[in-house]
């Protein structure tokens, strides 16, 4: 007969397992960087609807050297560094306005200096957060479109997605951050192959600044060409940059 009765409850199963102490500690640290992760891009995103407009015209650019004076370069190197995370203001545009602010080189050089920051921010926070975080800003077929990254020389075959004018770049950045590529690598990949277009298009900027019109019209042309060719032959670079990531090695 069983001492406790029959209606006595029954243990179901062992003690509960408290999760390991290390691991709390990560997954506190994985919800602290996401929260300031999605905090950050909601207000940039939201702050920078504004950009837009006041870039379209050069009086309210040229003002706003006037006003900032000395610390003009360090907020035009902040605004550079949220273009990538989310704000709806494309690289070409904020590269233009480096241009016309601080002239052809220093403009690429501010440029390049936040783009760079930017790029390295956005794959800290895609390899720390993984790939929910990624999804939130990347669309799927994206994700699956530029998977190959991963693959063995997917370094070279990023420096190529930064080079051609015609690729998501931004986007590839949240991807790159998944893969296993070194950090270091990564951000000196995206110093690297931002370096043309920032100077194409501060150069371009300059040149308004100057009122240069042969200049601008022969570099809108040019960027022009480039863009239709590569949009031409876009299923050939793609399949050329999954070339380059296998390992140039044909399957």
Request: one cysteine or more; aromatic letters at 12%; proline letters at 7%.
């Amino acid at each position: 007969m069983d001492p406790e009765g029959p209606d006595a409850e029954r243990p179901t199963g062992g003690p509960a397992v408290e999760p390991h102490p290390d691991r709390r500690a990560s997954r506190r640290r994985i919800i602290i960087w996401f929260a300031i992760g999605i905090g950050a891009l909601a207000a940039l995103t939201v702050g920078s609807l504004p950009l837009i407009s006041f870039f379209g015209d050069p009086d309210q650019v040229a003002q706003l050297v006037e006003d900032t004076g000395p610390l003009a370069p360090l907020a035009f190197i902040a605004i550079q560094i949220f273009q990538v995370f989310a704000a709806p203001i494309p690289g070409q545009v904020t590269g233009f306005v480096g241009g016309y602010l601080f002239g052809a080189w220093m403009g690429a050089v501010y440029a390049t200096i936040g783009g760079t920051i930017g790029c390295a921010l956005v794959f800290i926070l895609s390899r720390r957060l993984g790939r929910p975080f990624v999804e939130r800003f990347v669309k799927p077929e994206h994700l699956e479109r530029f998977d190959f990254i991963a693959e063995r020389n997917g370094a070279l075959a990023l420096l190529f997605i930064f080079i051609i004018p015609i690729f998501p770049d931004d986007l590839v950045c949240y991807i790159a951050g998944l893969t296993r590529i070194p950090l270091f690598r990564l951000i000196l990949v995206a110093f690297i192959g931002r370096i043309p277009g920032y100077v194409v298009f501060s150069v371009t900027g300059s040149g308004a600044a100057e009122s240069n019109v042969t200049l601008i019209v022969v570099l809108i042309v040019a960027i022009i060409l480039a863009a239709g060719l590569a949009l031409w032959q876009r299923a050939r670079l793609e399949r050329f940059l999954r070339w380059v990531a296998r390992g140039r090695r044909r399957t």
